[in-house]
């Protein structure tokens, strides 16, 4: 894999500031960013969505603002990712935003209702439809660039992840319009309109690996692209009309060398393939033992996978589960320790705390 030195020389896995940490050598599996064999000083941890609802700092910070305006104000992305990070010692910081700014920098008029989630005025559902998308380019994403340089100049020797959803699921999104609980739309356009189908896979592609670029060329140390709604998808239809698109996503961040890991819910049939996509470490969410993953995907570093529900249960409880992650993940060659999918809303942030600290007691294999 090479590198752009032009756009990466002053990167912080090449300068040397993040090229250590634990959760590059653990997303590499047990070696630093230049290549030598090493375990961390501590086992990594980090939430998705660490940063958001949970917190009572978030809430305030967020009062009056809308979800896409939040995301769009590069002073208010860097102070909310940075926010879990002083409040619980994560070990890397997660770019703040959404999966559907990439489509509202392309100027699709998407908006993100309360107790609802995104919503497209227009649905994409044909060829016409897909036709009128705008050609995208990395400078439609500046402000992005601009929030996530801020990010890394603050957080100084721990990474930043940036972040994209992935090409199925901004597409199902498009073409149903809003959330959906069987994704319908998208899986009828694969058959019933195969060449639509892909012109917008191939355009959520670009969208997805584009907003990427734009987070690691600011100096994110590695990416993580989430396939939220791919479980809903047969293993014959992710490998035939899907996979190749999250190829084509990882692909416009392939030539800059950082870290690039493919999360998914309910994927746990289709893991093998999602790694085909072009992803260095696999997360798994809370439906598959982490030991039976790394049976399948040997030699694959691992992230995940505490069950968010037990978040609430009795901390004895708590505890004993996120031995049991920690057993089962050091049965890959690297393990970075995290929810089986995100942080919910009504969680106390104390008892996320209070993980990262057990986290951080374990010893280091």
Known sequence: MTTTPEAMTSHPLHTGVTADAPLITEYLGGKTFTGEAVRPARRPVWFMRQA????????ALREGTTMLEACLKPDMVAEITLQPVRRHDVDAAIFFSDIVVPLRLAGVDVEIEPGVGPVLKNPVRSAADVAALPDLDLKDFEVISEAAAQCVSLLGPRPLIGFAGAPFTLAAYMVEGRPSRDHLGPRTMMHADPQTWHALAEWTARASGLFM???????????????SWAGSLGRADYAERVMQHSAAAFAEVADLGVPAVHFGTGTGEILDLMQRAGADVIGVDYRLD???????????PLQGNIDPALLTAPWEVLEAHVHTVIEAGSRAPGHVVNLGHGVPPETDPDVLTRVVELVHSQPVN
Do not use: C, N
């Open 290 to 300: 982490l030991a039976e993953v790394a049976t399948r995907l040997p030699g694959t």
């Open 52 to 59: 958001g609802r949970s917190l009572p700092e978030y809430r």
């Open 213 to 227: 670029r734009a987070q690691v060329l600011a100096g994110a140390s590695a990416v993580q692209l989430f396939d």
